[in-house]
Structure formats: structure tokens, C-alpha cells
């Protein structure tokens, strides 16, 4: 078999598996956050930080409830971190420096889950486990609130009420992401993954010099990684590391892990606001990109010209041989058109075009299908803004799901499209201006611009994947670029909140033979259009000089 044919029959076998899943899943998730019943452990945990679940919120005391829990989480894993050296399993490992920790701290809890540390050289037990494993579980059930609470600014009319944030919380967490991920751990350990708390070992000699292996809980924290589209790991290969991606079996599990949630989400959309042909329309235009792009990179990745590439059958530099170009680039494309930012090849290594379809895939807003939970929200903002434009062609007032378009809705979701471009190339532009930052680029020229590209990219959409060619652990961009993840995360959700109280507050417009169809294909049609020229007019000179300069040289 070619091993273009094997990508070919692996993204088959992942659409398939996405499809048989959707109705099922998407329905449970519905269910899930439309129940008025408490489980005993709910209960407990309610009492516990003393929320009353059955409150209902406006959507400043929702955004309250989002910052609060955050804020606590990052002063919470920000001490963790610079007690360690006092913690039991910490390994032998000291205290992380202030300007990491804080770093550290911020992606976990924005679902960033930029590293600029070796994780297995860093990171003892306890904090692994009892702090970053913990963040990717809440930062990942906090994102699927936030667009729930969208969701019901669709549904809900005349009450301004988007339900109540910890109830959304606790049901995210405990109904949906720990069975999940604990079915998808015990999945990976029985593949080969490493799931255990012992020390580091020396494992004898090694092209001159020792090599030691350290233990940890690689599977559980593998699985929750790529199922809330965070992507943190254990190791500083991240998945293109044997211990937590160990077989072509796997890799498709985990891109599986990866899409499977923000996917789903479209049908609990549908469900929730009793039209499931809506939900089936945002479902079209995210899988359309994704498999647009999917496409394209095993084109770039496989087409190449060069004999050095055509004699590997491919550009398989950076690329893990047990995964090959296939699986490689259906992974790049995924964890980059959501919010994971796990890696199992090296992006830098990729072809100048390739590594631009990652950065592209951020620069969309990972929506396609997205985070858990932000792809959604992204995507219905992107939608209000396809109808506002439809609504200008014909000359007459923007409706969606019922909800008209105004003035105040179109301020809300043009900041929320214009936050994360500000930031991306604000702080790209500071850190290739001053002295200092620019020492930290491996390369020069267009693809040592793409590092630091990337890098701010990544960060402000709270994706966390790297170039892999950056040093990142300094001082500058430690700070610059955990002020971009802070900014990138909870900015966007004012806006978000702000126009589902809006919505939520409003009549609903009767359908009359003037109202756009938005379950139409040719609605979905309009919506990509409307993706790919807004991300085009925005990024398209910064691309051009990173890479498709490198791409066409």
C-alpha cells in the first residue's frame, strides 16, 4: 500500500468514526446542558464552593462567574509551580521561575497550553497531575459553557438570562469530559501508553552520554489533552513521543479525541435552539474547511519537488516514520484548526506551504471545527457577521435564528474578530522591532519570521503549538506571550456574553418569504466565503513575507 493511499484510507476511517458518533453524542451533550437535575456528586461540589446551581444569570454575572474561576486557577497553578521544589513527587525537581510559571499557568488555564519548558525535565507529579491535568479538564469544560450560554442567546427570548455558570461547569466536567477521557486512557494504556508515577530511570548508554527516562501518567493525561483541544503533554515531543502516541492506531485515536466534541457541538446547537438543519449548516462549513485543508497539506506534504523529498515519497523530515506523511498531516491540520496545539511531527519541518497552512488554520480563528466550545461560539459569530453582509446585498435588516442583527450585535461580534489579529501582529511586530527577541529565532530570513509568527498566533488563539524553532523560554516572550493567551482568551468571551444576553433579551422576528434561509446550503457557502476573505484581508501581508515567501522561493 502507497503511503498516499494509507492517508487517504486513514481520513476515511476518521470521518466515518466522526459520523457514526455526531447523533448520539452531540444529543447526549444537549441533554446534558439542558437538564434540570442534580447528581449527588453535583450536589456536593455545589455545597462545596458555595454556588447555588438553580440561580439563573444574566450574562455580567456569567462573565463574572468565567473570570472569577479563572483568575483563581492561575494564582492556584502559578503557587503550585513555584512550590515544587517543597512538594512530594516532584522528582527532584525545583521550584519553575516566576516568569514560567506565570507562563505556564496562563496557557493552562486559557486551554493556550503553550509550553516553553520540557515537560519530563520540568514538571514533577504533582503538579502534572494535581494542577495542569486538572486545567485541562475545568479550562475545557469552561469554554463549552461559554457557548452554551451562546446558544441559549439564541433560543432564549425576552429573558436576558443565559443559565447559571457553575451548573454549565460541573455538568461539562464531570457528564461529559471525565467519562470520555477515562474511556479514552484506558484505550491508550491497552495500545502501549505509559500510565504510571515512578521516578526517572537510567536506561544505560547513548550515543556517548546516559539516557534517562522518567515515569508519569502519560494515557490520562493524553486523553484529556486532545479531548477538551488542549494539548499539553507529558513530554517535550508531545504526541510524537512513544509513550503517549505509540502507534498509527492511536495517532488516528487521538485526532479522533481532537474533533470529536467541537463536531458534535453543531448538533447540540441544532438541538437546543429545535432546529437541527441549523446545526447541520455550521456542520457543513466547518467540515468543508477542515477537509479542504486536510487535502491541501497532504498535497504540500506529499507533492514536494526535490529529489532528497521524492526519494522519502514525501517531505518526511520532522516526521515520525510509524505515522508517515498521512497521519502527520491529518494531525497538523486538526490540532491547528481547533484549540489543541498538540503536536506529532514538527510544523517547523514542514514545507514552506505547509507550515503556512498551520498558521492559516490558527488565523481562520479555529473555527473549523475549532476548540471545544470556542469553535462553536467562533463560528456563530462568523455566522451573524455572513448575514449581516446578506443583509446588506439585499437591502434589508439581518436576522438569525430569529434574532435580528442590529447595531449593538455587529459592534459585539466585529470586536470579537478584530481582538485576536490585533494581538497577533502587535506583539509580532514588537518582537522582531526590539533588540533582543530576535536572538531567539534558530533561523533567519522568511522562516525565522514564521517562528515568531507562529508563536503569537498560537498563542493569542489559544492554540499553544510551537514552530519548534523558537526559543520561547526568555524573559519577553514568557511574559508577551501570556499576555497574549490572557488576552486572546477571556476578551473574546465579553463579546461572546455580551451579545447572548443581547439576543437573549430580544423578541423573536416572525419568517417571512424575505428571511435568509440560514440552513441552506447556499447560506453555508456564504459563510466560507466570508471565513476565508475576512482572514485573507487580514493576514495575507504578514503571510506573505513568512510562509509564502518561503514557500515560492
Given at each position: 500500500?502507497?503511503?498516499?493511499?494509507?492517508?487517504?484510507?486513514?481520513?476515511?476511517?476518521?470521518?466515518?468514526?466522526?459520523?457514526?458518533?455526531?447523533?448520539?453524542?452531540?444529543?447526549?451533550?444537549?441533554?446534558?446542558?439542558?437538564?434540570?437535575?442534580?447528581?449527588?456528586?453535583?450536589?456536593?461540589?455545589?455545597?462545596?464552593?458555595?454556588?447555588?446551581?438553580?440561580?439563573?444569570?444574566?450574562?455580567?454575572?456569567?462573565?463574572?462567574?468565567?473570570?472569577?474561576?479563572?483568575?483563581?486557577?492561575?494564582?492556584?497553578?502559578?503557587?503550585?509551580?513555584?512550590?515544587?521544589?517543597?512538594?512530594?513527587?516532584?522528582?527532584?525537581?525545583?521550584?519553575?521561575?516566576?516568569?514560567?510559571?506565570?507562563?505556564?499557568?496562563?496557557?493552562?488555564?486559557?486551554?493556550?497550553?503553550?509550553?516553553?519548558?520540557?515537560?519530563?525535565?520540568?514538571?514533577?507529579?504533582?503538579?502534572?497531575?494535581?494542577?495542569?491535568?486538572?486545567?485541562?479538564?475545568?479550562?475545557?469544560?469552561?469554554?463549552?459553557?461559554?457557548?452554551?450560554?451562546?446558544?441559549?442567546?439564541?433560543?432564549?427570548?425576552?429573558?436576558?438570562?443565559?443559565?447559571?455558570?457553575?451548573?454549565?461547569?460541573?455538568?461539562?466536567?464531570?457528564?461529559?469530559?471525565?467519562?470520555?477521557?477515562?474511556?479514552?486512557?484506558?484505550?491508550?494504556?491497552?495500545?502501549?501508553?505509559?500510565?504510571?508515577?515512578?521516578?526517572?530511570?537510567?536506561?544505560?548508554?547513548?550515543?556517548?552520554?546516559?539516557?534517562?527516562?522518567?515515569?508519569?501518567?502519560?494515557?490520562?493525561?493524553?486523553?484529556?489533552?486532545?479531548?477538551?483541544?488542549?494539548?499539553?503533554?507529558?513530554?517535550?515531543?508531545?504526541?510524537?513521543?512513544?509513550?503517549?502516541?505509540?502507534?498509527?492506531?492511536?495517532?488516528?485515536?487521538?485526532?479522533?479525541?481532537?474533533?470529536?466534541?467541537?463536531?458534535?457541538?453543531?448538533?447540540?446547537?441544532?438541538?437546543?435552539?429545535?432546529?437541527?438543519?441549523?446545526?447541520?449548516?455550521?456542520?457543513?462549513?466547518?467540515?468543508?474547511?477542515?477537509?479542504?485543508?486536510?487535502?491541501?497539506?497532504?498535497?504540500?506534504?506529499?507533492?514536494?519537488?526535490?529529489?532528497?523529498?521524492?526519494?522519502?515519497?514525501?517531505?518526511?523530515?520532522?516526521?515520525?516514520?510509524?505515522?508517515?506523511?498521512?497521519?502527520?498531516?491529518?494531525?497538523?491540520?486538526?490540532?491547528?484548526?481547533?484549540?489543541?496545539?498538540?503536536?506529532?511531527?514538527?510544523?517547523?519541518?514542514?514545507?514552506?506551504?505547509?507550515?503556512?497552512?498551520?498558521?492559516?488554520?490558527?488565523?481562520?480563528?479555529?473555527?473549523?471545527?475549532?476548540?471545544?466550545?470556542?469553535?462553536?461560539?467562533?463560528?456563530?459569530?462568523?455566522?451573524?457577521?455572513?448575514?449581516?453582509?446578506?443583509?446588506?446585498?439585499?437591502?434589508?435588516?439581518?436576522?438569525?435564528?430569529?434574532?435580528?442583527?442590529?447595531?449593538?450585535?455587529?459592534?459585539?461580534?466585529?470586536?470579537?474578530?478584530?481582538?485576536?489579529?490585533?494581538?497577533?501582529?502587535?506583539?509580532?511586530?514588537?518582537?522582531?522591532?526590539?533588540?533582543?527577541?530576535?536572538?531567539?529565532?534558530?533561523?533567519?530570513?522568511?522562516?525565522?519570521?514564521?517562528?515568531?509568527?507562529?508563536?503569537?498566533?498560537?498563542?493569542?488563539?489559544?492554540?499553544?503549538?510551537?514552530?519548534?524553532?523558537?526559543?520561547?523560554?526568555?524573559?519577553?516572550?514568557?511574559?508577551?506571550?501570556?499576555?497574549?493567551?490572557?488576552?486572546?482568551?477571556?476578551?473574546?468571551?465579553?463579546?461572546?456574553?455580551?451579545?447572548?444576553?443581547?439576543?437573549?433579551?430580544?423578541?423573536?422576528?416572525?419568517?417571512?418569504?424575505?428571511?435568509?434561509?440560514?440552513?441552506?446550503?447556499?447560506?453555508?457557502?456564504?459563510?466560507?466565503?466570508?471565513?476565508?476573505?475576512?482572514?485573507?484581508?487580514?493576514?495575507?501581508?504578514?503571510?506573505?513575507?513568512?510562509?509564502?515567501a518561503e514557500g515560492l522561493a
Amino acid at each position: 500500500m502507497g503511503p498516499v493511499l494509507a492517508g487517504v484510507l486513514q481520513l476515511l476511517a476518521l470521518v466515518g468514526a466522526l459520523a457514526l458518533v455526531h447523533i448520539p453524542f452531540g444529543n447526549h451533550m444537549a441533554r446534558v446542558y439542558s437538564s434540570e437535575k442534580h447528581l449527588r456528586a453535583e450536589r456536593w461540589i455545589y455545597r462545596g464552593i458555595g454556588a447555588d446551581p438553580d440561580a439563573r444569570m444574566t450574562w455580567p454575572a456569567y462573565l463574572r462567574g468565567v473570570l472569577a474561576f479563572s483568575l483563581a486557577g492561575v494564582l492556584f497553578l502559578y503557587l503550585l509551580q513555584r512550590l515544587q521544589g517543597v512538594l512530594p513527587g516532584s522528582l527532584g525537581f525545583s521550584a519553575v521561575t516566576p516568569a514560567q510559571s506565570f507562563n505556564t499557568a496562563v496557557s493552562f488555564v486559557t486551554n493556550t497550553n503553550w509550553q516553553s519548558y520540557a515537560g519530563e525535565q520540568t514538571m514533577g507529579h504533582v503538579v502534572q497531575t494535581a494542577g495542569l491535568a486538572v486545567q485541562n479538564f475545568v479550562s475545557a469544560a469552561v469554554g463549552m459553557a461559554v457557548a452554551v450560554a451562546l446558544v441559549r442567546g439564541f433560543a432564549r427570548t425576552r429573558s436576558g438570562e443565559l443559565g447559571n455558570f457553575w451548573a454549565d461547569l460541573v455538568r461539562g466536567t464531570l457528564r461529559i469530559l471525565v467519562p470520555v477521557a477515562a474511556l479514552a486512557a484506558v484505550v491508550l494504556v491497552a495500545c502501549g501508553a505509559l500510565q504510571n508515577f515512578s521516578g526517572v530511570h537510567e536506561v544505560g548508554q547513548f550515543m556517548g552520554g546516559r539516557q534517562q527516562w522518567g515515569g508519569g501518567a502519560y494515557a490520562s493525561q493524553e486523553a484529556i489533552k486532545e479531548l477538551g483541544t488542549n494539548g499539553g503533554g507529558v513530554a517535550n515531543a508531545n504526541s510524537a513521543h512513544p509513550f503517549e502516541n505509540p502507534t498509527p492506531f492511536t495517532n488516528l485515536l487521538e485526532i479522533f479525541l481532537i474533533l470529536v466534541i467541537p463536531f458534535s457541538l453543531t448538533r447540540t446547537f441544532g438541538v437546543l435552539v429545535g432546529n437541527v438543519r441549523q446545526g447541520y449548516a455550521i456542520l457543513g462549513t466547518m467540515a468543508g474547511i477542515w477537509l479542504g485543508f486536510t487535502a491541501l497539506m497532504m498535497w504540500t506534504e506529499f507533492a514536494h519537488h526535490g529529489p532528497a523529498l521524492q526519494a522519502a515519497g514525501g517531505a518526511m523530515e520532522g516526521k515520525e516514520v510509524r505515522f508517515g506523511i498521512g497521519g502527520s498531516s491529518i494531525f497538523a491540520v486538526s490540532t491547528t484548526l481547533t484549540s489543541t496545539g498538540a503536536v506529532d511531527s514538527f510544523h517547523s519541518s514542514f514545507t514552506g506551504l505547509g507550515g503556512g497552512i498551520t498558521m492559516l488554520g490558527m488565523m481562520l480563528g479555529e473555527i473549523a471545527p475549532g476548540g471545544v466550545g470556542s469553535g462553536l461560539y467562533g463560528m456563530l459569530i462568523m455566522a451573524v457577521i455572513a448575514v449581516f453582509i446578506a443583509g446588506l446585498m439585499v437591502g434589508r435588516t439581518p436576522e438569525y435564528l430569529g434574532k435580528k442583527i442590529g447595531a449593538r450585535e455587529m459592534k459585539l461580534a466585529a470586536c470579537y474578530i478584530l481582538v485576536t489579529p490585533a494581538l497577533v501582529l502587535v506583539f509580532t511586530a514588537a518582537s522582531l522591532a526590539l533588540p533582543t527577541p530576535p536572538h531567539s529565532m534558530l533561523n533567519p530570513g522568511a522562516h525565522g519570521f514564521s517562528e515568531v509568527l507562529y508563536a503569537f498566533t498560537s498563542a493569542s488563539n489559544n492554540n499553544g503549538s510551537a514552530f519548534a524553532g523558537l526559543n520561547a523560554n526568555t524573559d519577553w516572550f514568557n511574559t508577551m506571550t501570556g499576555l497574549a493567551m490572557l488576552l486572546g482568551r477571556f476578551l473574546p468571551m465579553v463579546f461572546v456574553l455580551a451579545l447572548a444576553g443581547s439576543l437573549a433579551g430580544q423578541r423573536p422576528v416572525p419568517v417571512t418569504a424575505g428571511t435568509l434561509r440560514t440552513e441552506k446550503p447556499l447560506f453555508t457557502g456564504l459563510l466560507v466565503g466570508a471565513i476565508l476573505i475576512i482572514t485573507g484581508l487580514t493576514y495575507f501581508p504578514a503571510l506573505a513575507l513568512g510562509p509564502l515567501a518561503e514557500g515560492l522561493a
